[in-house]
């Protein structure tokens, strides 16, 4: 018997190996693994939380895009734009309300906001519909200007949300890409960073301002998931988390790839 078996054997003596402490144990690491993400989401929930005071007294106007006779773009399966960014604008304005914002939804329907007298031609109505959104801006002097929209273009392969802000508007970029990280962080990787675009809306919002692109109904994984209640709460809860980091001054990310 040599010196390393019969230190071996002491070894057993001394700490009798209990097979049922070492699965209990195994399965504990294994839990704990697990769990790991969720315990992740809860503290990023709980942080976020403490920072909601920062929405309290502002006023937001949502802006759920297109509506009545304008669908929008429209998903291969027949999903409409128009009513998934009613969907997930209601979403965002119930989170705004409950941390104590002021928020004016755009419309709360399906309807446009152009004048029923002046519908000369859709050029007209849809200029229309545009300036009274606006308006409301300046009416409830509003602090901030979510546009939500939804994408569509002819190739089926491209998905994931992006945001976006105006060239002059510096805050505007701040908060898309507050928005924009989250929306990478919850909703997956698609590569897809900020972009500044010369929109009617971002141009004559006057307040900082962005446009939340949700996602491409010309993509059938997406269109399925943007008409679920679970999806548009999902966005919904990314656009708020980006909204209240941003009130509560923290910078604006770079793009992380
Ligand atoms: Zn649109």
């Known amino acids: 018997m040599g010196g390393g078996s019969v230190r071996g054997f002491i070894f ?16 504990a690491i294994l839990l704990g693994m697990a769990a790991h993400p969720w315990y992740v ?59 104590g914002g002021t928020v004016i ?54 998905w994931g949300a992006q945001t976006f802000y105006h060239p002059k508007d510096p805050e505007g970029k701040r908060l898309a890409s507050l928005i924009q990280e989250e929306l990478l962080k919850n909703l997956g990787q698609s590569y897809r960073w900020v972009r500044s675009e010369d929109f009617f809306v971002l141009r004559n919002a006057g307040v900082p301002a962005v446009m939340v692109e949700i996602g491409f109904l010309s993509n059938p994984r997406e269109e399925r998931l943007m008409s679920q209640p679970a999806h548009q709460g999902k966005i919904a809860w990314c656009i708020y988390a980006g909204v209240v980091r941003y009130f509560s001054g923290e910078p604006a990310p770079t793009c992380p790839f």
């Not at 942080?47 to 937001?60: P, T």
């Not at 849809?126 to 801006?137: G, Y």
């Open 41 to 99: 989401a809860y503290r990023e929930r709980k942080a976020l939380e403490a920072l909601s005071w920062s929405v309290a007294s502002k006023v937001i106007v949502v802006d759920p895009g297109h509506g009545g006779a304008d669908p929008g773009c429209v998903g291969g399966s027949g999903v409409l734009e128009k009513d998934v960014n009613l969907a997930v604008a209601r979403r965002l304005g119930a989170y705004l309300s409950q941390a």
């Open 105 to 158: 939804l755009t419309r709360d329907g399906d309807y446009d906001l152009s004048d029923p007298e002046h519908q000369s031609s859709a050029i007209v109505r849809k200029r229309d519909d545009l300036e009274a959104r606006m308006d409301l801006i300046k009416q409830y002097r509003a602090d901030l200007f979510i546009s939500i929209h939804a994408n569509s273009i002819s190739s089926p392969r491209w």
């Open 12 to 27: 057993f003596r001394v700490f009798k190996p209990n097979h049922r402490l070492i699965w209990t144990g195994l399965l």
